[in-house]
Nanobody, 130 residues
């Protein structure tokens, strides 16, 4: 059974940093895409960043490029998201997700990307104050 447990959310001032962690179990990182998504109040869920299980390529949403860094530790089965230069617009519930990866790589940057990902953890709330 695939399980994902995210943690690390909290309240931070604009310009500050926060690090999210996700403990994963029930699957092999090499065979899955793993990533972070977020959903702000009244908005659709969007992709933040993901890692290709097969080759380690990293993908980012346009709004977080240059500010957020995704990383994984296969030995510890953990996924992390380092968030720097946070903005009030980054306020959202952040979700850790996993998806069996096909030969084309992660499902990313396509319409309704979150819809195509199979496994989701409970979210962790990040609030950025101005």
């Amino acid at each position: 059974e695939v399980q994902l447990q995210a943690s690390g959310g909290g309240l931070v001032q604009a310009g500050g940093s926060l690090r999210l962690s996700c403990v994963a179990s029930g699957f092999t990182f090499d065979e899955y895409s793993i990533g972070w998504f977020r959903q702000a109040p009244g908005k659709e869920r969007e992709g933040v960043a993901c890692i290709s299980g097969s080759d380690g390529r990293k993908f980012y949403g346009d709004s977080v490029k240059g500010r957020f860094t995704i990383s994984s530790d296969k030995a510890k089965s953990t996924l992390s998201l380092q968030m720097d230069s946070l903005k009030p617009d980054d306020t959202a519930v952040y979700y850790c997700a996993a998806d069996p990866q096909g030969p084309m790589g992660p499902v990313w940057g396509v319409e309704e990307t979150p819809h195509w990902w199979d496994y989701w953890g409970h979210g962790t709330l990040v609030t950025v104050s101005s």
